[in-house]
């Protein structure tokens, strides 16, 4: 790790147990159950040692994913999703087109390897398979040629189903082979690493989830989400996997896009350290209140677990009294 990167990992560590999963709502009124078809995020919080966790490490910025704001080699896992030049409507637009994506994606990627820890940096980048907006388009397949050329290593591809198989009407030349669509209904979520791909660190993880998720199993199967306040989120589900898997608590697990801040929210849920950009300061401004929240769910929690006369109970009383204002 750079000298330079320095948060306050062995405390967030110590303070968060590896299983902490909540159902502690998002920002917009707790819509969103996280982990609905994974029973291994459920478990109750475990009794644990009490730190100032808000002295975390955590960092919001408003920044391109171009030219981030963060120092070099720092982060240990990256988890988010681009904009794809789909006319969605973002503060300040999308991408205009397919090849302006690319260009725009070569140098978001370069970025984050520039960030990512030299010796086991991950990347979870969710991009569609294809898309077909003005000419068919292997988004996925362009994304891994993209990302090696900057420097990224290959490890896998996990093919996320959304289970909306049948509900496209789009088919194309009725009844004829003159020019039918075919479209799967899934997405990518490509990882990739710097460096090594193994790390030493502890087996920190719920023993159902490794068997859940690993193996053989790079077919994930769950629903997509839509918030009405944000355009093209993903759901709780997608980095409550991805940050389970790939990173280990007290990480610095980072989302350069990160819209209303799910994967933010899930690390912190998780007890990692949280980097979190956007080029929309809404989005930055939602980020650093929904992880605030996290994390003093967790304080909460924890304080529930506590002697009744802790040396800590002082300490954490004013916060605890804030949860849920
Ligand atoms: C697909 S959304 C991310 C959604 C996020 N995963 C979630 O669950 O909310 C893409 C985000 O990227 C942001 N964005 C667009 N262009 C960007 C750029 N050049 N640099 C940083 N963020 C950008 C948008 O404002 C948007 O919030």
Redo the contacts with the bound molecule.
């Keep these: 790790m750079a000298a330079a990167c320095g948060p306050a990992r062995a405390d967030l560590r110590n303070a968060y147990p590896h299983n902490a999963g909540t159902t502690q709502g998002a920002h917009d009124g707790g819509h969103a159950q996280i982990g609905a078809s994974a029973p291994w995020s459920r478990s109750s919080p475990a009794p644990v040692q009490i730190h100032d966790q808000l002295d975390t490490g955590d960092r919001f910025d408003v920044?391109?994913?171009?030219a981030l704001p963060w120092p070099d080699g720092c982060v240990d896992l990256l988890v988010?999703?681009?904009?794809y030049a789909l006319e969605v409507p973002?503060?300040?637009g999308d991408v205009p087109d397919y090849a302006a994506w690319l260009e725009?994606l070569t140098a978001w990627l370069a970025e984050l390897f520039r960030v990512a820890n030299p010796d086991w940096g991950r990347l979870c980048l969710n991009v569609p398979l294809d898309r077909d907006l003005g000419g068919w388009e292997p988004v996925s397949a362009d994304t891994i040629q993209l990302a090696r050329s900057v420097g990224w290593q290959f490890r896998t591809w996990i093919i996320w189903d959304k289970l909306q198989a049948g509900a496209g009407t789009h088919r194309g030349s009725i009844d004829s082979a003159a020019a039918p669509n075919v479209t799967a209904p899934v997405e990518s979520i490509l990882v990739f690493y710097r460096g090594s791909w193994y790390r030493s660190g502890p087996a920190a993880m719920p023993h159902e989830a490794w068997l859940e998720l690993c193996g053989p199993r790079g077919l994930w199967r769950f629903h997509g989400t839509s918030d009405p306040h944000?355009?093209?989120?993903?759901p709780e589900e997608l980095p409550l996997r991805c940050v389970t898997l790939f990173s280990f608590p007290g990480d610095v697990v980072a989302?350069?896009?990160?819209?209303?801040?799910?994967?933010a929210a899930v690390a912190a849920r998780l007890g990692r350290v949280v980097w979190a950009?956007?080029?929309?300061a809404a989005?930055v401004a939602a980020a650093r209140a929904w992880v605030d929240r996290e994390r003093r769910v967790h304080l909460a929690q924890q304080r529930v677990h506590l002697p009744q006369h802790s040396a800590a109970d002082g300490l954490l009383r004013p916060q605890i009294e804030e949860v849920g204002n």
């Design positions: 920044a391109d994913a171009a988010g999703s681009p904009p973002y503060a300040g725009a944000s355009p093209a989120p993903f989302d350069p896009f990160v819209g209303r801040a799910t994967t950009a956007d080029r929309d989005c």
